[in-house]
């Protein structure tokens, strides 16, 4: 039996009997497509095409702008027998679903102010900002643990390393994000970060043992779902020691990712920590899940293991098909699909979907998209964040004076990257900022030839005062590694100077680079590169303010060499 007045979903009677008569009244099909949260990409009839196969109970957004996420949210939800449920990747503001929204910051910068109250605002901005445009579900926030420097998909999407900062600012944004009408969703359980590979592209692994995936992940799991958290998502990702903890019988290649495992969901998730609320899978294309079994039988096996709601599909009409005949065929018992059931609505009535459903307004929301107030906070965000890791003495603060001519080093992938997660292009607003400054810039362009006719070393000195690498490389699906990639020939763009040339090192994203230029005497990590980060690092760099960053991470990636 499922508490409906309970923990998270705390119905009152007229809600309960909402969801109960609710659920009573649908047919077999209508419950088998409530399971499915479908993608809603913004192109033309695919609302009409989707809800023609099957009427989902849930969508999700990806960024697209402020007018065109008010329409699809307003079209879904008239065209929808139900409530929709609507989620967005609200991982580091608005942004995750328009984009004119606001980006306070990574949840990496957020964590390296060290102030719970960053957290609390950035649960409040993107909740604002995603309701404003009909958004329901907050798919965040994200309270992996960045265990392992090498893992290229978690990095500044996490909290960090530290178990205690993860916990304090996930309940920090759970609390404020939920309080404002969202729900949110704890992921990717049973957790990211220990693994050097990405769940996207690979079936990945927390090898942790029991006892210590007790004491880190477990901690964070738990604290998430005492304080409410309505819903979680299940990662393609094993544990196998609690696997085969649960159930010791099992051979290794017997072993399955959580989002395909019962020993996870059920036991471990449901009955060891206790959690009521709405289990939803991570992105059912992903590589991570299609891998372990036939799709035929992972995509009911998913819910008959205790997922509540099947994310995407990699063919709507294929997969509504193959769920159907799990259902007929007995793998999805009728007790678990409607406990299944009966969860998104008890999710959808304790949003207040049973009673009224939001549809925003176009006027009213442009005043809340990337107000100034939120602006404001991606301001004091950076401000709090930006983190000196690295300084050689004498070399800062900056100014034109003492360094006129600088040898600008930019590292950046064209075109801003791929994939769901991409690279916002910074190095030459940041450039444009020194220039504005009173510095001359020079950016640096690889020789042709590599030995015996490159610039001599005597000359460089006489030319350049100092010398700035920005970086700008961050996580993304479909990669294996986030590494500076030098140019040719023989990695003309090194750091071959800087034990001649002040020489300062600038990382807007991934905080690890130090693995790549150990040597580097100075070094700032800014978790981002929006704007108000690029703002809030010349002031830092020409000494008008401090910086005030606590790294969450390692960004000596546990090498002696790094610290030098």
């Not at 090498?150 to 996490?158: F, G, K, L, Y």
């Not at 960090?160 to 944004?173: E, H, I, N």
């Not at 970086?471 to 140019?487: C, D, G, H, L």
Request: aromatic content about 8%.
């Amino acid at each position: 039996m499922i508490d409906l007045k309970a923990n998270p979903f705390y119905l009152d009677d007229e809600a309960v009997l909402w969801v109960n008569n609710t659920l009573k009244n649908m047919s077999l099909e209508e419950k088998a497509g409530q399971l499915f949260c479908v993608l809603y990409k913004g192109i033309d009839n695919e609302i009409e095409i989707i809800h023609s196969i099957l009427s989902p109970g849930g969508g999700m957004l990806r960024p697209v702008t402020l007018e065109e996420a008010i329409n699809t949210s307003k079209d879904v939800q008239e065209i929808s027998k139900i409530p929709m449920l609507i989620a967005a990747n609200l991982e580091k503001g608005g942004n995750g679903v328009v984009k004119e929204g606001t980006i306070i910051g990574s949840p990496m910068e957020v964590a390296a102010t060290n102030d719970e109250g960053m957290a609390e605002k950035m649960g409040v901005l993107c909740a604002r900002e995603a309701k404003a445009v009909g958004v329901n579900w907050a798919f965040a926030p994200i309270i992996d643990i960045d265990m392992n420097f090498r893992n290229p998909i978690t990095n500044t999407r996490t909290f960090g390393k530290d178990v205690s900062r993860v916990k304090q600012m996930g309940l920090a944004y759970i609390k404020k994000v939920q309080e404002r009408g969202l729900a949110a969703c704890i992921k990717h359980f049973p957790g990211d970060g220990r693994d050097e590979r990405d769940q996207h592209l690979v079936t990945s692994v927390n090898d942790m043992s029991f006892e210590e995936w007790d004491a880190t992940y477990g901690e964070v799991y738990r604290a998430g779902i005492e304080a409410g958290a309505l819903t979680c998502m299940v990662g393609h990702i094993m544990l196998p020691a609690y696997s085969k903890k649960i159930s010791p019988e099992l051979y290794d290649e017997d072993i399955l990712p959580c989002s395909l495992s019962k020993e996870l969901m059920t036991n471990l998730l449901r009955d060891k920590l206790g959690f009521n609320g709405l289990v939803i899978t991570d992105a059912t294309t992903m590589a991570g899940f299609t891998m372990p079994m036939n799709r035929k039988h992972a995509v009911p096996q998913s819910i008959a293991a205790g997922a509540d709601m099947f994310l995407f599909s990699r063919n709507l009409e294929e997969d509504y098909a193959y769920m159907l005949e799990g259902i007929r065929d007995g793998v999805i018992s009728n007790q678990r699909l409607n406990e299944a059931v009966l969860r998104i609505l008890a999710l959808k009535a304790a949003l207040g979907l049973h009673k009224q459903v939001w549809i925003p307004n176009i006027e009213e929301s442009y005043n809340i998209v990337g107000c100034q107030e939120h602006r404001d906070w991606a301001l004091e965000c950076a401000n709090k964040a930006i983190t000196l890791v690295k300084e050689e003495k004498g070399v800062l603060p900056l100014n034109p004076d003492k360094y006129k001519k600088i040898l600008f080093y930019a590292l950046e992938p064209e075109g801003g990257g791929g994939g769901q997660y991409y690279v916002i292009p910074a190095c030459e607003k940041f450039k444009e900022r020194l220039v504005a400054e009173g510095f001359v810039i020079d950016i640096f362009t690889p020789s042709p030839v590599s030995e015996g006719q490159t610039d001599k070393f005597e000359d460089m000195i006489k030319k350049y005062d100092l010398i700035i690498y920005v970086a700008n490389y961050t996580t993304k699906s479909n990669q294996t590694v986030v590494r500076i990639e030098w140019a040719q020939p023989i990695g003309a763009n090194c750091p071959h100077y800087n034990s001649m040339i002040p020489t300062i090192f600038i990382s807007l994203e991934n905080p690890y680079h130090l693995l790549d230029v150990p040597r580097m005497k100075t070094f700032i990590n800014a978790y981002n590169g929006n704007d108000a980060v690029l703002k809030e690092l010349v002031e830092k760099l020409m000494g008008r303010s401090e910086f005030k960053g606590v790294s969450p991470i390692d960004p000596f990636c546990g090498k002696w060499d790094t610290r030098l």
